[in-house]
């Protein structure tokens, strides 16, 4: 049997929308943050928020927030398309004592996976290099750039105000998960990979 080609894919402002924490963040501290104010990644470096403050808020929200997220635009048709064809291996920075969330999440979205992991850190070349990914979907320009620059595998960075540094050689942005199907179907076409259909 031919080996499937297995992606690796952040959650938070990849599959959910990157705008998901602004109304939570708003609300909580009488704010009015807008998703084009975000142009760091550190939430607390654009706003005036004392950096214990946010953590300490963000730790007790984090479930209701994860439970309410949206999924991005698009993303839902392409990776259940993508989940008949790759192996799906969502890796999360999130906490592991929220897998039960996430999880939960994903059955209510409609969302095919393969394997879920949370590894409570932004670390993720390990995690990518132990499941052996063959590409990688990411929203945090460091990651994106220390994944392709270690394991030498293509990554796809979705485009937002905050990871707008220029990229490193195979690291590739992409502005919605239609670019992101597009720019799948041309590498494996390119590559001469089977789709495996």
């Known amino acids: 049997m031919v080996k499937k080609y297995r992606f690796g894919i952040d959650i938070d402002g990849t599959v959910t929308d990157p705008e998901t924490l602004i109304p939570f963040i708003n609300d909580a501290f009488h704010i009015g943050l807008k998703y084009e104010d975000l142009t760091k990644y550190e939430i607390t470096d654009v706003v005036d928020i004392p950096a214990g403050t946010f953590a300490d808020w963000f730790i007790r929200s984090e479930p209701v927030i994860y439970a309410k997220s949206p999924v ?36 209510k979205q409609q969302l095919k996976y393969h394997h879920i992991e949370l590894i409570g850190t932004h670390h993720k070349v390990e995690t990518a290099k132990k499941y052996n990914v063959d590409l990688f979907l990411e929203d945090k320009h460091d990651n994106a750039a220390a994944i392709a620059q270690t394991l030498g595998i293509p990554v796809l960075l979705f485009d937002t105000p905050y990871n707008r540094d220029p990229v490193p050689e195979n690291v590739y942005r992409v502005k919605n998960w239609k670019e992101a199907d597009d720019w799948v179907r041309r590498w494996i076409t390119q590559s001469g990979r089977a789709a495996h259909d």
Not at 80 to 99: C, G, H, M, T, V
């Open 72 to 107: 991005a635009k698009g993303a839902k048709e392409v990776l259940n398309k993508w989940a008949d064809r790759f192996e799906l291996y969502f890796i999360s920075a999130r906490a592991s004592y929220l897998f039960d969330v996430t999880k939960n999440w994903f059955t």
